[in-house]
């Protein structure tokens, strides 16, 4: 009969060295873990330093996978109305593509009027002669936000190569790598009248080869050491707009302390197949880090047995999500019976097919692999407010050992 060790280990997980990582990881120091003030490759070197201090060692004798990338970072944001500094991650948000380069503005505002849309669709709106505010509901269909970025192209030489959203909440940010036309800006609705002055300061910059890097460490394996179960999470996020953190608490700073936890535990008490651990950077720019390990081979994927893909550790009461359970069937049964075995968690959800998390390169390479994620009662998501204290660490304690319970009858299995 198979002995789980994990079953009965750490019932009772002090989650104080969990929160300790992630506050490192969402400090000031890291700026974000993105790319005004290399915050990114600190993270890395953070990462790498914790891995040697837990026993565990580079794969292969290195710790690092290089590769470079292309993204558009924002060292400097001022906007101002009527001479109010407003707040860049709360009080407005900048298109994350938007045009490298410096840039300075004043100018009042112009708004967009229900009455102006027929006319723009007859191509009958005269150029803007200050700032266009468009409303959200008319950007978000496309047809006219088509049509108002042909608009605001229409004369080079004016003032409106900058165009403000008015809304009452802003969509996910992210990394873009910029080439807008035009400078979109979405301001609190709210804040916004049609008498303000605007005053506008943007400085980006724009690299076609940032320096980034996988981190990627191993524990042998006791028995099958050709064997590979490899557990992955993307320490990256979306790093400063100005002088706003995004500081990826949730996405996924938990998913790396949960990841660190693992490997000082499993370089404790190695499993018979050998455990690969990757934190991958580029995820938040569209998968490129997991992208270049697989394009450069930096595993022998056909001696991996399985990947398991950890993001959004930071809050489970409702349970989890498994990506890719309607694909690894037999891997998913396991993974269910275990889970109401042990009850570890409330429930776990199966999900099909889905680019959505690092798994997904090497799924479409033939490895068998698994994105979980946790889900409960937060909402903070690509913003400032994703922070380190509204992280409840449910289900935390009880998905390390859910991940130490499929690895171990992974590998002890025949």
């Known amino acids: 009969m198979l002995t789980i060790r994990s079953a009965s280990f750490l019932s009772a997980q002090d989650s104080a060295k969990a929160r300790q990582y992630i506050d490192v990881l969402c400090s000031g120091k890291m700026a974000g873990r993105g790319y005004v003030g290399n915050g990114v490759n600190k993270a890395a070197d953070y990462l790498v330093k914790t891995l040697k201090a837990n026993g565990v060692s580079g794969w292969s004798g290195c710790y690092y996978h290089p590769f470079t990338m292309p993204v558009l970072s924002f060292p400097r944001i001022e906007l ?29 505002l112009q708004f967009f009027r229900p009455e102006d849309t027929n006319r723009l669709k007859l191509g009958t709106l005269p150029p803007a ?23 605001l192209a229409s004369d080079a030489g004016r003032i409106g190569e900058v165009c403000l959203i008015s809304s009452s909440r802003f969509p996910a940010w992210s990394v873009g790598t910029g080439g807008m036309p035009i400078g979109l800006i979405r301001v609190r609705d709210s804040l916004l009248s049609d008498k303000a002055r605007l005053e506008l300061k943007v400085r980006t910059k724009s690299y076609t080869d940032f320096p980034s890097r996988n981190v990627m460490a191993s524990v042998p394996g006791t028995r099958r ?33 949960l990841l660190l936890d693992l490997a000082a535990e499993i370089a404790k008490q190695p499993l018979p197949y050998t455990t690969v ?39 489970g009461e409702t349970g989890m999500t498994a990506v890719n359970a309607t694909v690894f069937q037999p891997e998913f049964a396991l993974l269910d019976s275990l889970n109401r075995r042990f009850k570890y968690l409330p429930e776990i959800r199966k999900r099909g097919k889905a680019a959505n998390s690092d798994h997904h390169y090497f799924t479409e390479a033939g490895v068998p692999s698994f994105f979980w994620y946790l ?29 130490m319970s499929f690895f171990e009858s992974l590998s002890s299995a025949q």
């Open 80 to 108: 101002r109305l009527d001479g109010h500094l407003l707040v860049p991650g709360a009080d407005y948000q900048v298109d994350e593509n938007w045009h490298p380069g410096a840039y300075k503005l004043i100018s009042s």
């Open 129 to 151: 002669n200050a700032t266009p505010v468009i409303p959200e509901d008319i950007w978000k269909k496309p047809h006219l936000a088509r049509a108002i970025l042909r608009w």
């Open 225 to 257: 050491p050709d064997s590979l179960l490899v557990l992955t999470a993307h320490y990256d996020h979306l790093g400063r707009m100005g002088k706003a953190i995004y500081p990826g608490a949730n996405d996924n700073a938990s998913g790396v302390a």
């Open 277 to 315: 651990f990757v934190f991958f950077a580029g995820e938040e720019a569209g998968l490129l880090g997991s992208e270049a390990m697989v394009r450069d081979k930096k595993l022998p994927l056909s001696h991996i047995r399985f990947l398991l893909n950890l993001d959004l550790m930071g809050s």
């Open 375 to 403: 889900s409960g009662p937060r909402s903070a998501y690509h913003d400032v407010y994703d922070v380190p204290s509204t992280l409840t660490l449910h289900g935390y304690n009880a998905t390390f050992r859910l991940v």
